[in-house]
């Protein structure tokens, strides 16, 4: 069996995946699985992942969008101890899982950790990810049974991956010196938690980086509470994603801008983060500071002015789980 190289980032908010040609990206959502009562071909589904579920250990479990839409009780689970959560498990075999395009397939995986959490959970994490894995996954409407064995897998602080999208080239080499021999901050906001580190010349600096849990969560919050005060109306955090994306809100057939309440929670949101890293870093000291993330996207028109030497990376929810890919690419590195 062909051993395929893979980029896994287990989000809070969001599981991304890239193969170093596909990027895949599903809500951080499981539900238990239950039997549809009915189910017509006309549904317009936009993608093979808006059915996804998997079956484990002889249990079904609704996955992403699919959870959120047919789960009784869907849950995004918050948990710091990654390797004590289940679903943790769950997203990362049916990450595997769509990458499986054989019934049997071999992996090296790299993956990430928030940056005060490497130390206390990477071997135990590294533990429960690798090895020898049987799932059924549902795609297309179809179930396939996948055998899978990942060979070897790396866990780096989450940060790290965006670092490392930036100075390697897709063998896993070094290609941007210059880059790689700076002092670089990099501010990574995530759904649940808000990671920072700095890199000297590739060296992570343990004292400079750190994590908290200001990550978009806690806008989130700002912005269930507006809407619950202002249209007598509860959303729990997985329904509030396709809300704040369209930055509006759907009652009785209409919608409604809810732009204002965005801003308001995003600057709020910004203004916690700055505190930190000013209480962190003193920014003249780096070369420059990397803002990335889904939610480094979301808060940078209010983060960015802040900060003389602050920059936004291209593509920025994906560039983690890139460099992460890169990084499984170079042997060397291990």
Known sequence: ????????????GFVKGYDGQNEIVFPSVVGIGRDISYQTLLTNYKSPLDTLSINYNGKNYFIGDYAIRQSSIPSRSLDIKKPEDLNTLLLYLTALGIYSTEQQKQFSVVTGLPTNYILSYQNQLADLLSGEHHITIKLRGKNENKQFVVNDIRIVPQPFGTL???????NGQVADHEMSNKIVG???????????????SLEFVDRLSSSSTNGMVSAYEIIAAMIRSRYKIDKKDYELDQIVKNKSIRIAGEDHDISDIISEAYYNLAAKI???LDSLWDYRELDSIILTGGGGEALSEYLIPRF???MLVQDAQFANVKGFWKLAKNKDSQ
Do not use: C, H, P, R
């Open 308 to 310: 003389n030497n602050m």
């Open 186 to 200: 990099i501010a990574d906001i995530g759904f649940k938690t808000a990671d920072f580190v700095v890199s000297d």
């Open 1 to 12: 069996m062909l051993e395929e190289v893979l980029g896994v980032d287990i989000g809070y």
């Open 274 to 276: 700055k505190t930190e």
């Open 164 to 170: 490392f999208n930036l100075v390697l080239d897709n």
